[in-house]
């Protein structure tokens, strides 16, 4: 975590997330000017040609530098209007030298500047070279290199991309400064795309400089997708580390609203998780790009300038300054509930509202500033049945003890209130599709994966479930596959029922008996509702024998059941 100087601005703190294009750049490709200086093969075009430009990437001066920049050279129409300007600086010569005064008919009038280290960031040539001498063509030394001959495309944490954002990115009138300008930052690593693997800065180390430096290992501490072959997909206890680390920095009461900055496909999962879990009064947006920072056409440095006007706006506080919205995505400059957005296409643009019944609740102006068209129903963070605040100590799950089912206690929490890695439910997703019954005698014994699933829940992960995405609008499944959901149920696992794809019909539980409705939820988001109803209420009471339960047991699953499906209704 990084922190700036105090000011009147609001304070916004900033969280990394995993495989995050947002925080993701392209190659770093050796200029031309380096390999005509170091005599290496030019970079060339498609067509074997020599390309125009060499790609200008934002760096530092180590020392001042005084350049002459020509006159009315920012814009083809500039000289149209010469009579406008105050007269150049200078004039540089033939021989190109700097005069004050014009020396002869063909000099040049130009701008005399000096470039500082202090002033930021300046596009300059890629200069640097691999160890070997050779040109950097991608992000490995070639293009199967291992991951210790890669280099890292993303950014460990979300400073140096607000940094370059800021420096660079001009506003609609035509000034840079586009987040300093309007508030402070700090910024969190909560399960971030980038990993400092020779070991923690000196700023970030929590020990402050005592024994070993922390080294970070990718697949663990850190998440990528770049190179291809290095992905990491975060594991079900990162989702522990990420709530506590969101929790622990929002009760502070120094913010006035957080970014969650996470890859494409799935920061519309975390956000709703987020928005779920995180007790807190001030906003909570997602974002994401489609394309890597520094692109053509990036799409994230727009988004999150415009997630720091949405908490900077405040339209999104009630009569007492709380957030009356919940957790949100803001994407191509519509404002999402995190509830109901999905991304449908890898494009700017690509984001869709599901269920059919709202989800896009304003938009980010363009002209104007941010307006809300109608504001949700649903509980969210401090409201929230199932945040962090309201979850137990302690559940009971059910384990397989010899031959039979037991309940054991599952600790959810620690002392200290934090999340527990082991407390993360296991929840499957079931989809149902005509003609994949096996038979027509219905028999659970077909459905070979979820009995295999509901026996290794049994063994290894006491607080579990499954979702199944049935038949739209309805949640209704094949014969066998019930059968054997119904075993589920009777093991202690709740079944979640959903409509399949981006379903708009709300399914309830009254024509879906033993299960819980997921209303207009897709099968993903009703997955996290249902991991934090586990951890809130723990599994369901099992039978004796879950293929023929008692009128009593039934009645003990229904009980528990209503409890569920009262989260179900309002979330």
Not at 476 to 502: H, I, K
Request: charged share 25%; proline share 7%.
């Amino acid at each position: 975590m990084a922190e700036t100087q105090s000011s009147e601005k609001p304070k916004i703190a900033v969280f990394s997330g995993p495989t995050a294009t947002i925080q993701n750049t392209e190659p770093l490709v050796t200029s031309n000017k380096a390999r005509e200086k170091y005599d290496l093969p030019r970079r060339k075009n498609s067509d074997g040609g020599p390309t125009r430009f060499d790609a200008l990437r934002p760096q530092r001066l180590a020392a001042p530098v005084t350049v002459y920049v020509e006159q009315f050279s920012a814009h083809p129409l500039e000289g149209d209007a010469a009579e406008l300007y105050a007269p150049p600086d200078g004039y540089i010569d033939s021989s190109g030298q700097f005069h004050k005064q014009r020396q002869g008919a063909n000099d040049i009038p130009v701008y005399e500047v000096t470039l500082r280290p202090e002033d930021g960031l300046y596009p300059l040539p890629y200069m640097a070279r691999q160890a070997s001498g050779q040109a950097w063509e991608g992000d490995g030394a070639d293009s199967n290199a291992p991951a210790e001959k890669c280099r890292q495309p993303f950014f460990p944490d979300g400073s140096r991309l607000f940094e370059e954002i800021d420096r660079l990115g001009v506003g609609d009138e035509g000034v840079c400064s586009q987040l300093s300008s309007k508030a402070e930052f700090e910024f969190y690593r909560a399960a971030p795309s980038g990993g400092y693997t020779k070991g923690l800065p000196q700023g970030l180390r929590s020990d402050a400089g005592q024994g070993d430096i922390p080294l970070e290992i990718l697949g663990k501490d850190f998440f990528p997708y770049r190179p291809g072959y290095l992905r990491r997909e975060p594991p079900m206890a990162i989702l522990a580390r990420l709530t506590n680390v969101v929790q622990q920095a929002l009760k502070r009461g120094l913010y006035s609203g957080a970014i969650w900055l996470e890859g494409s496909p799935f920061v519309e999962e975390t956000s709703y998780w987020l928005n779920l879990l995180i007790d807190t009064t001030i906003p909570i947006v997602g974002n994401a790009s489609q394309r890597a920072h520094g692109a053509v056409s990036n799409d994230g440095d727009r988004n999150i300038i415009d997630s720091v006007d949405y908490i900077v706006s405040r339209i999104w506080a009630d009569e007492g300054g709380r957030d009356s919205i919940g957790g949100v995505v803001i994407q191509d400059e519509q404002i999402f509930t995190a509830r109901d957005v999905q991304k449908g296409d890898a494009r700017p643009g690509g984001y869709v509202a599901t269920g059919g019944h709202g989800g896009i609740v304003g938009t980010m102006g363009q002209p104007g500033p941010p307006a809300l068209t109608f504001k949700t129903v649903k509980r969210h963070t401090y409201t929230s049945e199932v945040n962090l605040t309201r979850l137990p100590e302690s559940v009971e799950g059910a384990r397989l003890d010899g031959g039979r089912i037991i309940r054991i206690p599952i600790k959810i929490k620690d002392a200290q209130g934090n999340l527990l890695p082991t407390a993360i439910p296991k929840v499957t997703i079931a989809k149902h599709a005509r003609y994949l019954q096996e038979d027509e005698s219905g028999s659970a014994a077909s459905e070979v994966d979820i009995l295999a699933r509901i026996e290794k829940n049994l063994r290894e992960t006491p607080l579990a479930g499954f979702v199944a995405e049935g038949a739209a609008p309805f949640g209704t499944m094949s014969n066998s596959a019930d059968a054997a959901l119904r075993r589920a149920v009777f093991s202690g696992m709740p079944v979640v029922r959903v409509g399949r794809g981006n379903a708009e019909g709300p399914v309830d539980s009254k024509r879906n008996p033993l299960s819980i409705g997921g209303s207009n939820l897709t099968a993903t988001k009703a997955r996290l509702l249902l991991m934090a109803c586990l951890m809130k209420f723990g599994s369901l009471p099992s039978a004796a024998a879950p293929d023929n339960p008692t009128k009593a047991e039934r009645e003990a699953v229904d009980a528990k059941l209503a409890q569920y499906q009262a989260v179900f209704d309002t979330h």
